[in-house]
């Protein structure tokens, strides 16, 4: 054998060996990368982020992967596969009509381009699902997902602008501005006054009947054992209790006829509040009482 020939058999066997050498070297990395996305699956597991886990853990039960490390992420993969959640989205229209021309974010990253009835799959824990469709204001519901919940039913109603259903499109392509005649309700204060009154009437109404009849049962008294020469002071006392009765039911009547007209006066519209005042002026024999409002 020349030199020339060495050489080439020197050569030759340099190759033979590197081409040996090369599956070893990539077989070497594709257990390492199996280890690493064993490890990587776990925690991103115990983080909740089970979507991305169960990435991982297919790749490291792929066949190039050790034969324990396969077991193990195949296991873990099944666990995983059952542990995520999965919601069934739909939305309706201000018609209760299915909309499918929806998109859907998920903590503001998209989710679902349009809504095909098909489960989607989320990881567990709070969110914000929002739905947004052309002409239609966005709906944002905020949910929590429970790991192995499966199939769970999300809908939205979405409803035009507000700025579309402050009016009604007329006939003629105008919008009809809202109805500005129709008067808000009455405010609760309102009936203080009617009830006042009505308070007064009632007890002037009471105290005409006690000091009439504790009036009358007195003159009886009176007429029976003195009359007509009875004192003066026992005659001014009966007639005093006359007056005060006669007092109380002009209080009352007036009473009564003020909180009448208060609560016809009462309206929605706005204005100053009307002012009512009962005058009694005390007579001889009697009183007289007058009812003045102003507006």
């Known amino acids: 054998m020349n030199q020339r020939t060495a050489r080439r058999s020197l050569v030759a066997a340099a190759l033979a060996a590197l081409a040996c050498l090369q599956p070893a070297r990539a077989r070497a990395g594709d257990v390492e990368a199996c280890f690493t996305a064993s490890e990587e699956g776990q925690r991103l597991r115990d983080e909740g982020r089970l979507r991305e886990a169960r990435a991982r853990f297919i790749a490291c039960g792929a066949a190039a992967c050790p034969a324990l490390v396969r077991s193990d992420c195949a296991g873990w993969l099944a666990d995983v596969t059952a542990r995520v959640p999965t919601l069934i989205l739909s939305a309706e229209d201000d018609q209760g009509q299915d909309a499918a021309d929806v998109r859907v974010t998920l903590?503001?990253?998209?989710?679902?381009?349009?809504?095909?009835?098909?489960?989607?799959?989320?990881d567990p824990g709070e969110h914000v699902l929002r739905f947004e469709r052309a002409g239609s204001d966005p709906v944002a519901l905020r949910l929590v997902v429970r790991e192995g919940e499966k199939l769970r039913r999300v809908s939205a109603r979405l409803a035009p602008?507000?700025?579309?259903?402050?009016?009604?499109?007329?006939?003629?392509?105008?919008?009809?501005?809202?109805?500005?005649?129709?008067?808000?309700?009455?405010?609760?204060?309102?009936?203080?006054?009617?009830?006042?009154?009505?308070?007064?009437?009632?007890?002037?109404?009471?105290?005409?009947?006690?000091?009439?009849?504790?009036?009358?049962?007195?003159?009886?008294?009176?007429?029976?054992?003195?009359?007509?020469?009875?004192?003066?002071?026992?005659?001014?006392?009966?007639?005093?209790?006359?007056?005060?009765?006669?007092?109380?039911?002009?209080?009352?009547?007036?009473?009564?006829?003020?909180?009448?007209?208060?609560?016809?006066?009462?309206?929605?519209?706005?204005?100053?509040?009307?002012?009512?005042?009962?005058h009694v002026v005390p007579l001889p024999g009697g009183a007289a009482a007058a009812l003045g409002a102003r507006f």
């Not at 903590?107 to 989320?122: F, M, Q």
């Not at 006054?193 to 504790?214: E, M, R, T």
Request: with cysteine.
């Open 161 to 278: 602008p507000a700025t579309a259903r402050a009016g009604a499109a007329t006939p003629g392509g105008g919008v009809t501005a809202p109805r500005e005649d129709q008067a808000a309700s009455p405010p609760a204060s309102s009936l203080l006054l009617p009830i006042a009154l009505g308070g007064v009437a009632a007890a002037g109404g009471v105290a005409y009947a006690a000091l009439g009849l504790s009036a009358r049962a007195d003159a009886d008294r009176l007429r029976a054992t003195c009359a007509p020469r009875c004192a003066e002071a026992d005659v001014d006392a009966v007639r005093t209790k006359v007056i005060a009765a006669n007092v109380a039911f002009g209080v009352g009547v007036a009473a009564l006829g003020g909180a009448v007209a208060a609560l016809l006066l009462r309206g929605p519209m706005p204005a100053a509040p009307a002012a009512a005042a009962v």
């Open 107 to 122: 903590d503001g990253a998209p989710l679902a381009a349009r809504l095909d009835g098909k489960a989607v799959e989320v």
